[in-house]
Nanobody, 125 residues
Framework: VQLQASGGGLVQAGGSLRLSCAAS????????MSWFRQAPGKEREFVAA?????????YADSVKGRATISRDNVKYTSVHLQMNSLKPEDTAVYYC??????????????????WGQGTQVTVSS
């Protein structure tokens, strides 16, 4: 499956963004979908994940209550990340990823084999 992320941009602190990741070339519903992010000089970190059917979502503590991950398995085969109450520390390149991690490894980037190209999110204070 190929992934194409979009929706990043420059936003003021307290604002919102909706990131999207379009999937093509595979059976989208076979994959757990996740978002990771990487800030300059830092390691890539887990943000959120959603299971294959979209019934369960998982969030990093740093975004819990501010982020919502969702997916469309039928019409547009895409995954979305709605981020609210953005903070300057949310500034990073955001990547979508597809994989089949075990549940204990859902936040481990090594469990994901397909990655989008990344979309830049910049939050100004």
């Amino acid at each position: 499956v190929q992934l194409q992320a979009s929706g990043g941009g420059l936003v003021q602190a307290g604002g919102s963004l909706r990131l999207s990741c379009a999937a093509s070339g595979g059976t989208f519903s076979n994959y757990v979908m996740s978002w990771f992010r990487q800030a300059p000089g830092k390691e890539r970190e887990f943000v959120a994940a959603i299971n294959r059917r979209g019934g369960s979502a998982y969030y990093a503590d740093s975004v819990k209550g501010r982020a919502t991950i969702s997916r469309d398995n039928v019409k547009y085969t895409s995954v979305h990340l709605q981020m609210n109450s953005l903070k300057p520390e949310d500034t990073a390149v955001y990547y979508c990823a597809a994989g089949n991690p075990v549940m204990t490894g859902i936040s481990d980037s090594r469990m994901y084999k397909r990655w989008g190209q990344g979309t830049q999110v910049t939050v100004s204070s």
